[in-house]
């Protein structure tokens, strides 16, 4: 029978750390989206607007939508957060980007759990699965189904097992049972806030992407705004300080999953080593990873500017010089 427990038992059995039920109705979190694109902060991310009335609502995408089925798997892996690396050549990429790509394999666990609902419904039904990649505002739904708050980073936490999670959604016609919307347990903390190299969190909960480093060494093309080059460091790809900072990422727990550990291609690589390689050698480093979305090009640009921060930087023995001259 299929019901909101047997789904979520399901889920679990599918490799899913979280399963929640959300309604498909009118969520009040999910009106800032135009206010957020009319203040500019989407840069040049232009499909968001083209897509922002059926981002408004999960109706627009599928008008016999009842529910949505929300999905969190934790992709944290055993390896020490970036910003705790003192070496200065180390090339930075966002701990989600270390595996496989998640659209694929998150994307097929959601698709099994589909099929299986199928079987087990009674009456057909309708129903739209996304990874990422669908018109749809995951994060509100999310925390409507009680997978976790959205924090003043703008990322889904959930209390025990922090913000390194891919969320999935399935919208469906369903009339299942919904869970309770999660708290939000951020407080007084303004940590990720005070930690944000580009001024990026503007406010609590609202995410300039013209400054943040994920938007400019993934989602821009061409050039990288001077003023911001020299924020960006050493990151070559994406971003993680204002989570690794968050007290709720304090002791995450590791995933043994096989898919987010980290290629060894990208596991702890230096500038220079990326610096020499052949366009043919970055595109091969890229396939079957998520980092495939910025192209050859675009990591390059990144490369180069990330080595040019690095060579700027000051090292320890001209900081020791300069002091005691
Ligand atoms: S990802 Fe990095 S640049 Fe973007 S808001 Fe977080 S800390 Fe700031
Ligand atoms: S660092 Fe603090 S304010 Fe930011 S998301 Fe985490 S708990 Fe919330």
């Known amino acids: 029978m299929l019901t909101s427990s047997t789904i979520k038992d399901k889920a679990r059995g599918l490799g899913f750390d979280l399963c929640g039920i959300a309604p498909a109705g009118d969520l009040p979190e999910l ?3 135009r206010e957020w694109l009319e203040r500019g902060y989407a840069g040049e991310m232009t499909y968001l607007h083209r897509s922002a009335a059926r981002r408004a609502d999960v109706r627009n995408v599928l008008p016999s939508a009842r ?26 990429v966002a701990r ?11 994307g097929g666990r959601l698709d099994a759990l589909l099929s299986w609902m199928r079987h087990e419904a009674a009456e057909p039904f309708e129903a739209r699965a996304y990874v990422d990649t669908g018109p749809v505002q995951e994060r509100v739904y999310a925390q409507h189904a009680g997978i976790g708050w959205i924090g003043k980073n703008t990322c889904v936490i959930n209390p025990e097992i922090g ?8 919208i469906c016609s369903l009339p299942l049972e919904v869970d309770l919307a999660a708290l939000d347990r951020c407080g007084t903390c303004t940590l990720c806030l005070e930690a944000c190299p580009t001024g990026a969190i503007v406010a609590p909960g609202v995410l300039d992407s013209n ?12 050039d990288i705004p001077e003023a911001m080059r020299a924020a960006i460091g050493t990151h070559i790809y994406g971003c993680d300080i204002c989570q690794e900072v968050c007290p709720w990422n304090a002791t995450p727990p590791r995933s043994p999953d096989r898919a987010w550990q980290p290629r060894s291609v990208w596991d702890r690589v230096d500038l220079l080593t990326l610096a020499g390689c052949t ?13 495939r979305r910025t192209r050859v090009q675009g990591l390059r640009r990144n490369i180069d500017t990330a080595l040019g921060n690095a060579c700027d930087a000051e090292t320890p023995a001209t900081r020791r010089r300069r002091t005691d001259s």
């Open 96 to 106: 989600y980007a270390w595996g496989d790509d998640y659209h694929d394999v998150i």
């Open 211 to 222: 400054r943040c480093i994920s938007y400019l060494t993934i989602e821009l093309r061409g």
């Open 279 to 291: 366009d043919d050698e970055l595109a091969d480093s890229l396939r079957g990873s998520a980092m």
């Open 31 to 33: 009106t800032f989206f």
């Open 67 to 92: 529910t949505v089925v929300v999905t969190a798997t934790n992709y944290n892996t055993d390896r020490p957060y970036s910003t705790e690396c003192a070496d200065a050549g180390r090339a930075h």
């Open 163 to 170: 913000s390194w999670i891919f969320l999935g959604v399935i």
